[in-house]
């Protein structure tokens, strides 16, 4: 057997043995399966192509940090939309039309401008509409990253408390 056929083999094996455990994980992490598949498969299709090299040694233990920094990658990708759904599961179980969910996050919007501090509302705003990091925050208003945290637990459990009381 070749070497290109026994690293085929290695992959396919690593994959019947990690796949779901894997895709657990990655589940875990974004909270929507089918993204979990698309994360978990692509890792492997980049195994596949050599634009992975596993290490001889507890290869589990790559796998599952690249499956989490491509998650972490993914996240960090999504829209605003997308990430207020994340955190606050505005979302039933079944989707609703673009319109209904649109006019969710207007309802969301406008009652989280119109009922938090100021503070608060830039805060929240420099994080899910721009995607700064907490230090990102914290220097461009002046706070402390404690305060960023604690302005952002603050908005999004009154938003949990408001659109999905359930959550809490």
Not at 18 to 31: T, V
């Amino acid at each position: 057997m070749d070497r290109m056929t026994a690293e085929k083999k290695e992959i396919e094996q690593l994959y019947i043995s990690q796949h779901q455990r894997l895709q657990a994980y990655a589940r875990l992490l974004l909270k929507d399966d089918i993204e979990a598949q698309d994360a978990v498969s692509d890792v492997f299709a980049r195994l596949a192509e050599g634009a992975i090299n596993l290490p001889a040694e507890h290869p589990e233990r790559y796998l599952t940090v690249t499956v989490r920094n491509l998650c972490l990658d993914r996240i960090r990708k999504m829209t605003i939309r997308e990430r207020i759904e994340r955190r606050v599961s505005l979302l039933e179980s079944e989707p609703a039309p673009w319109e209904t969910e649109l006019d969710r996050i207007r309802e969301l919007n406008t009652y989280a401008e119109e009922t938090f501090s100021k503070q608060t509302w830039n805060v929240f705003q420099l994080r899910f509409g721009e995607g700064l990091r907490y230090r990102e925050i914290a220097e461009r208003l002046g706070i402390s990253e404690e305060s960023v945290f604690k302005h952002l637990t603050k908005a999004l459990r009154a938003l949990k408390e408001k659109f999905n009381p359930s959550c809490i």
